[in-house]
Structures are given as structure tokens and as C-alpha cells.
């Protein structure tokens, strides 16, 4: 009976032996795993203020006070040779500049990241330059440079961020003349938008696709893509989009002969915007439904 | 013996020349009356009016009536009524009468703070009609300084009354000072003894209280701190950091109005 007893006490022992030594290594191996993030200096924290500040003032219209608080942000990090943190601030400088109606000072922030003697910026940071200078230039409808610098931005990205974006540029610069073109460029950017996660950007792609096939008379295509676009616009909120769905929906079944769905779609259009308070895409809406009412 | 002769050449036609002499005299006096008259409006078209007031105190005859500065006529007569109150008849120049219309009003004012009493009428309107001969004119008394004193004498004497009782409310404030005043001057000398104590406290307790909390706070600080940068825990905080503002690819940069 002694000998049992003690022949059980030893195994209980080597039992409880074997499960320290592994939960002893798995500890360790947990702690390795959880690294410490980096720890910000004193003007790297200024800086992000600066930044957020800038970008509180911006989304309250405050354009003026956003380009104080983004120039503070850009001297705080050119003080020290940040280039990430200078090529985010150039980058919104650029777009800020645009609010102010100063086209040419927004050029020249995006042209300090494409200059070669700059300091080394990234490609990916060049990319997103050259992509933000096409889309200026096609918003000031001059294609050919566009088109010029959606190429540039191309051959600086490999991989980049604004690969989606580019190429929802390329369909949009070819939805005028060549729908099939642009349908291609629209399902390649989808892809690369839809494996970035950028629902907004995606969002863009369908619509485009949608856009392009409507030109193509693929109607029921169109329908299908004006709606998976109509659901991730009501994710982001963006009501100018959701009315552009609408309305794009709206046309694509008035072509296929359903005309009481069709008016349906104008009407949610018309109330979307009047809710934005889009003059423009109510009398839009409103149009169309006239041609519709018998 | 006779000074003058019957037959004296100078006597011859005397009673001729003294009747031109009565006649060219009265002849002159008809024309100074008549002059006078007419000075004095007497042969002038006039017309009557009349009003009705309690009183024909102040009103005289022959007091002067008048519109806008002007004589335009006087105070013919006042007659006591019936019912014991004063017709007062106005005699109007007729060529004043186009302003003397049925809204008009006659008052009876002074002219200046010493000056006589006159009968004012006040212009009527366009859209009225003159009033006729005999025809009634409202009338109004000007307020006298007499009355004006009363009005004021019945205002002043409740915010008399008032000011006496609000002496009467502060003599009895007053009154109680001292007993307050006492008091005060113990309770600032409690407060000012509290107010020591506590010195004597805070001087020698509080300030190391105080690091002691500082140090705490601070050490709870750096744990929490380290905490969150441990993973998995530093996994769900977001780290602050610089943002970049999106440049749409369908709608260009006016889409981020929103």
C-alpha cells in the first residue's frame, strides 16, 4: 500500500514538472511576441496636434486655420527630417491650397515630393503625389496632363496604396469615348481597391463599372453595380454618391421598361438630396422623373 | 355908435360860409367814423359761433379769438344757459372762416406766461366742412399752473409718504447695527483662528501628502502606460498619428465636402 502511495506521489511530481517546464517557454514565447510600439518624441507628438487640429479645421470648412495648423505640422517635421510626416503634410497642404482656390500652390507642395533633389521620398509617397496631380488636372479638365501624370504615378507604384485610385482615374478619363476601356480599367481597379480594404475607393470602381456598362446598353449590368456601389456608399455616408447610385439606378431600369420602379429610384435620389442640399442633383432628379410622368 | 356897420363888405354872405363851415365839419367826422369802422373790421361780413363751457371764468367780452397768431375775431358775449353753464358767442371775420372747420376746436390759452387770455382755434381739417353761421365750435381749457400744481402736488406727496417710511425701515436697521456688527467681529475672529489652524496644518502635512499623491498618480501612470503597450492590449489602442486627407478618384476633391 506504502509502495503504491509512493509510486503516485513521484508520477504527480514528474506530472507537475512537465507542465511548468512548457508553461514556462510559452510565457517567454508570449512576452517576445508582444513588442512595445515605438515611443514618440516630444516635437513627433507636437506635430500630430498640429496635424489633427489641421484636420478638425478642415472638416468644419475652417480652411485658412487647417493651413496654419498643417504648415506648423510640415516645420515641425522638416525641424527634423521626417520625410513620412513631411510628405503626409505636402500632400495635405495640396488639397488645402485647392479649398483656397490656390491651384498652383497646391501644385507646387506636390511638386517638392516628384522633385529628384528632394529628400528621399518614398515611391509610394511619389506615387500619391503624381496620382493627386492627375486628378487636380483632370478636375481642371486638362486629360493630357492628367493622363500624363496617372502614368508617372504608375511607374512609381509597385504595390502602392493609390494602384485602385489610378486606375478608377484611367476609367474615369475613358468613359467619355471608350466604355470598354474604361470597364476594364473600373474591374482591375476594383480588385486591387476591393484587396487594399478601401470600401470607398470600391465603391468608386463599381460605380464606374456601372457607368460603363450603361454606355455599353448592358443595362442589367448597370443595375447590379449601381446597387453593390448604392450598399457600400451607405456605409461611408457619402450622400453625393448614394444619389448618383440612385439616379444611375433609376436609369438603368427606366431603359429596361420599368418605369414606376425607375420613377421610385429619382424620388429616393431627389429626397437624398435635398437632405445634402444639392440644388443641382434635385433639379437632376426631378428631370428625370418628368420624362417619365405621363 | 355903431363898431360895425350892418352893410360892412366882410359880413356879406356870412351865413353861408358858416353853414359850408358845419357841413364840411361833419362831413369829416362821418369820414373819420367811417375810416375808424373800417380800421376796426366794423362793416367786415362776420360770422357767430358759439360754445358751451362750465365756466366764463377767464372769458371776457371782447377778448381776442384767435387762429394760428391771428386775430380773426373777438368774444361778442356770454350768456348764462338754462342749465347754469356759459354760451360764450364769438363774432368770426367770414374771410377766416375757410379754416374754422367742424373739427376744430376753440381753447382758451394765455399768450406767453404773463400775457392776457385770448380764444385760440385751431385749423380744421381739409376734408371738413366750414362751420356755418350760429354753428357750435368744441371748446377746451388750457391746463392753468393751478392745475398743473395739483397734478403735481397729488404725485409728490405718496413718493413723500414713501421716502418717510423707508427713514423710519433704516432708523430701525441702524438701530440693530451694533448687536450685527458684534457678531461679524466674532466670527471673523473664529474664522481667522480656523484659518490658523489650518496653516499649521497645510504647512506641515498637506505638502507631503500631496507628493506622496503626485508620486502615486505618477507610478499608476507609467503602469497603465506600460500596460497598454504590451500586447494584446496595445493591439486595441489606437496610436495617434498623422493623417493624410483623401483625394476621391470618382468625384476629385469636391467630393469631401461631406
Request: charged share 25%; with cysteine.
Amino acid at each position: 500500500m506504502n509502495g503504491t502511495l509512493l509510486l503516485g506521489a513521484l508520477g504527480l511530481k514528474k506530472l507537475v514538472k512537465q507542465i511548468l517546464l512548457f508553461i514556462f517557454p510559452t510565457v517567454l514565447l508570449i512576452a517576445g511576441c508582444g513588442s512595445n510600439p515605438p515611443v514618440l518624441t516630444e516635437q513627433q507628438e507636437v506635430a500630430i496636434q498640429f496635424n489633427q487640429r489641421g484636420e478638425t479645421a478642415f472638416r468644419r470648412g475652417d480652411y485658412a486655420q487647417a493651413l496654419q495648423e498643417y504648415q506648423g505640422a510640415l516645420a515641425i517635421h522638416r525641424s527634423v527630417e521626417n520625410v513620412a510626416g513631411i510628405a503626409t503634410e505636402l500632400l495635405n497642404l495640396s488639397v488645402v491650397h485647392r479649398r483656397l482656390g490656390d491651384k498652383t500652390a497646391a501644385q507646387t507642395a506636390l511638386d517638392q515630393i516628384l522633385t529628384e533633389g528632394s529628400p528621399a521620398f518614398s515611391a509610394g509617397q511619389k506615387a500619391e503625389a503624381a496620382y493627386r496631380k492627375a486628378g487636380f488636372y483632370l478636375d481642371d479638365g486638362n486629360e493630357t496632363e492628367a493622363r500624363s501624370w496617372v502614368n508617372k504615378a504608375l511607374e512609381y507604384c509597385h504595390g502602392c496604396g493609390a494602384e485602385g485610385r489610378l486606375y478608377n482615374l484611367l476609367a474615369r478619363m475613358a468613359l467619355a469615348g471608350q466604355a470598354q476601356e474604361a470597364m476594364n480599367h473600373a474591374r482591375r481597379a476594383l480588385v486591387l481597391n476591393r484587396n487594399a480594404g478601401d470600401k470607398n475607393e470600391e465603391a468608386n470602381s463599381l460605380r464606374l463599372i456601372a457607368d460603363a456598362a450603361f454606355k455599353l446598353e448592358d443595362f442589367k449590368t448597370a443595375q447590379q453595380s449601381y446597387d453593390d456601389a448604392l450598399r457600400l456608399d451607405k456605409d461611408t455616408g457619402a450622400a453625393t454618391k448614394i444619389a448618383l447610385d440612385l439616379m444611375g439606378l433609376g436609369r438603368s431600369v427606366a431603359r429596361q421598361g420599368r418605369r414606376s420602379e425607375a420613377i421610385e429610384y429619382f424620388q429616393r435620389a431627389y429626397s437624398v438630396s435635398e437632405g445634402a442640399g444639392d440644388a443641382k442633383a434635385m433639379d437632376d432628379a426631378a428631370v428625370e422623373m418628368k420624362q417619365l410622368t405621363p | 355908435m355903431a363898431i360895425l356897420h350892418d352893410d360892412d363888405a366882410r359880413f356879406k354872405g356870412l351865413e353861408k360860409k358858416i353853414g359850408l363851415f358845419v357841413i364840411i365839419a361833419l362831413l369829416g367826422i362821418v369820414l373819420t367814423v367811417i375810416a375808424v369802422g373800417i380800421q376796426h373790421d366794423v362793416f367786415s361780413p362776420k360770422t357767430r359761433l358759439f360754445f358751451i363751457t362750465d365756466s366764463g371764468q377767464s372769458i371776457d367780452e371782447g377778448m381776442a379769438v384767435k387762429l394760428s397768431g391771428f386775430n380773426i375775431g373777438k368774444v361778442e358775449k356770454l350768456e348764462l344757459t338754462d342749465d347754469a353753464k356759459v354760451r360764450v358767442t364769438l363774432t368770426i371775420l367770414r374771410g377766416y372762416m375757410k379754416w374754422v372747420k367742424s373739427d376744430s376746436k376753440a381753447r382758451l390759452v394765455k399768450e406767453g406766461v404773463i400775457g392776457a387770455n385770448v380764444i385760440e382755434i385751431t385749423p380744421g381739417s381739409d376734408k371738413e366742412k366750414s362751420l356755418e353761421h350760429n354753428a357750435q365750435i368744441a371748446f377746451e381749457r388750457e391746463r392753468g399752473l393751478g392745475q398743473v400744481v395739483d397734478q403735481l402736488y397729488a404725485e409728490v406727496i405718496p413718493l413723500i409718504d414713501d421716502l418717510k417710511r423707508v427713514a423710519r425701515r433704516a432708523d430701525t436697521l441702524l438701530a440693530g447695527l451694533p448687536a450685527t456688527q458684534q457678531k461679524l467681529d466674532e466670527t471673523l475672529t473664529s474664522a481667522r483662528k480656523n484659518f490658523e489652524n489650518l496653516e499649521k496644518v497645510t504647512a506641515s502635512d498637506l505638502p507631503a501628502m500631496t507628493r506622496k499623491g503626485r508620486e502615486t498618480v505618477e507610478k499608476a501612470g507609467k503602469v497603465v502606460d506600460s500596460v497598454s503597450r504590451t500586447w494584446p492590449i496595445s493591439s486595441n489602442i489606437k496610436e495617434p498619428r498623422s493623417e493624410t486627407l483623401p483625394v476621391d478618384s470618382y468625384s476629385g476633391e469636391k467630393e469631401k465636402k461631406q
